[in-house]
């Protein structure tokens, strides 16, 4: 529970770290849509504005400007405005996860010493603090130095977390093992077949063992981050930052130590004249089949509408091959929620084992972009989700885009 209360505690830090001076979305009421169009894995920097067609709702619009940009320059630009977009980037790294992997080094070193420019800002939220490297700081110190601080940084406060993760981990495979083989069942069942017992809880009998497994289960669901409501904050904040806002969220998969379900319905069998063991066991039943905790619609909606991009990195791993527990995957919800998040503010999503090779292909893919600004013609009603769809002519071209926004 201390973790969970650290990290929203952080979270609401970051909040605190932002300009206060507002700057619109949009520019004289024009709604920017930042565009990224690739052939293949190459980005296609020749299109001009009659190559796109924009749409709000189904309704086509007129594109009053484009602005081809390269990493924070503009390279190319068709308008009849004098406005220039903030370019700069305000770069968000979140390192959700319990377990340190060594090539977040290399990711972190890529990172300086390709991508980030002196106009540029840098915030790093790991599990127990957040940092923030401003445009003078990083002009302070050479790139190869200030790479070395920060995964010196990100390595110590994931190695702090990790251990209190591994002990919980521990204890429930413990648990598991023990429940599965109780001795209450061994000569009524193949239950205890095949797991070894613990000598810290083989005797013991369920009565105990049960309830203090859902807890054990619980504490580790609370070091999870699953609040969507800080996230949306965080959102609702950035819709007055200047500069361009991404955020780099990598996240581990996760597996959960869990009785395996033939022994769960072995067991509810045989204690039918025991309710208050049956009563435990249904307890987690509901557990396993708990509802996702993160509000997908209302999150993305607020992602879009801030006009973030956001980008999705997810640290696949094996699960361990451990007798008597069943090891299932607990990371569907955020997964399944983060990348629809990714998706609809024209962000990236990529799968690996390997952190620095997938933040290195997402960072590339997103230096590049068109931006678009249009003035909808759509009849306006207010606090109402706006989707928007962008073509271009070639149809064999891929495109990710922002895919709506809120009219206020």
């Known amino acids: 529970m201390k973790k969970l209360v650290l990290f929203l505690a952080i979270l609401v830090l970051v909040l605190t770290l932002f300009s206060q001076e507002a700057v619109q979305t949009n520019s004289n009421n024009r709604v920017q849509v930042p565009v990224r169009v690739f052939n293949n894995n190459t980005f296609v920097d020749n299109l001009t504005i009659q190559d796109?067609?924009?749409?709000?709702?189904?309704?086509?619009?007129?594109?009053d400007a484009l602005y081809l940009v390269k990493e924070n320059q503009?390279?190319?630009?068709?308008?009849?405005?004098?406005?220039?977009?903030?370019?700069?980037?305000?770069?968000?790294?979140?390192?959700?996860?319990?377990?340190?992997?060594?090539?977040?080094?290399?990711?972190?070193?890529?990172?300086?010493?390709?991508?980030?420019?002196?106009?540029?800002?840098?915030?790093?939220?790991?599990?127990?603090?957040?940092?923030?490297?401003?445009?003078?700081?990083?002009?302070?110190?050479?790139?190869?130095?200030?790479?070395?601080?920060?995964?010196?940084?990100?390595?110590?406060?994931?190695?702090?977390?990790?251990?209190?993760?591994?002990?919980?981990?521990?204890?429930?495979k413990r648990l598991v093992r023990s429940i599965s083989?109780?001795?209450?069942?061994?000569?009524?069942?193949?239950?205890?077949?095949?797991?070894?017992s613990d000598a810290t809880t083989s005797n013991f009998s369920l009565e105990f063992l049960l309830p203090r497994y859902r807890d054990t289960l619980q504490k580790v669901e609370k070091l999870r981050f699953t609040h969507s409501e800080v996230l949306i904050q965080l959102s609702k904040k950035l819709e007055s930052q200047k500069g361009r806002n991404q955020i780099y969220f990598f996240y581990q998969r996760e597996y959960r130590p869990e009785i395996s379900p033939s022994i769960l319905n072995q067991m509810m069998t045989l204690v039918q004249d025991q309710p208050h063991i049956q009563g435990s066991l249904s307890d987690l039943f509901s557990f396993y089949h708990r509802e996702p905790s993160l509000k997908t619609d209302k999150l993305i909606n607020a992602f879009a509408d801030s006009g973030l991009l956001f980008n999705?990195?997810?640290?696949?791993?094996?699960?361990?091959?451990?007798?008597?527990?069943?090891?299932?995957?607990?990371?569907e919800d955020i997964y399944h929620t983060l990348s629809k998040a990714a998706q609809i503010t024209g962000g990236f999503i990529n799968t690996s084992r390997n952190p620095h090779f997938g933040f290195k292909n997402v960072l590339n893919?997103?230096?590049?972009?068109?931006?678009?600004?249009?003035?909808?013609?759509?009849?306006?009603?207010?606090?109402?989700?706006?989707?928007?769809?962008?073509?271009?002519?070639?149809?064999?071209?891929?495109?990710?885009?922002?895919?709506?926004?809120?009219?206020?």
């Open 52 to 63: 796109f067609t924009l749409y709000e709702e189904g309704v086509p619009q007129n594109i």
């Open 74 to 172: 503009i390279e190319r630009m068709e308008t009849k405005s004098q406005y220039i977009p903030p370019l700069w980037r305000n770069y968000f790294l979140f390192f959700q996860m319990i377990e340190y992997n060594p090539k977040l080094a290399e990711a972190i070193d890529y990172f300086f010493n390709n991508i980030m420019l002196p106009q540029d800002t840098l915030i790093i939220v790991t599990p127990l603090n957040s940092y923030r490297l401003t445009r003078k700081g990083f002009l302070s110190k050479p790139k190869d130095l200030l790479s070395k601080e920060m995964q010196k940084i990100v390595r110590k406060d994931v190695k702090k977390g990790e251990s209190e993760y591994r002990n919980m981990m521990r204890d429930l």
């Open 181 to 196: 083989s109780s001795a209450g069942f061994g000569a009524k069942s193949n239950v205890s077949q095949g797991f070894s």
């Open 312 to 331: 999705f990195i997810f640290m696949e791993k094996r699960p361990q091959d451990i007798s008597g527990v069943q090891m299932n995957e607990q990371s």
């Open 365 to 408: 893919k997103s230096q590049n972009y068109y931006l678009l600004l249009y003035s909808s013609q759509v009849p306006e009603k207010a606090d109402e989700f706006r989707n928007i769809e962008v073509e271009v002519k070639n149809k064999k071209f891929k495109i990710t885009h922002r895919k709506g926004y809120v009219k206020e």
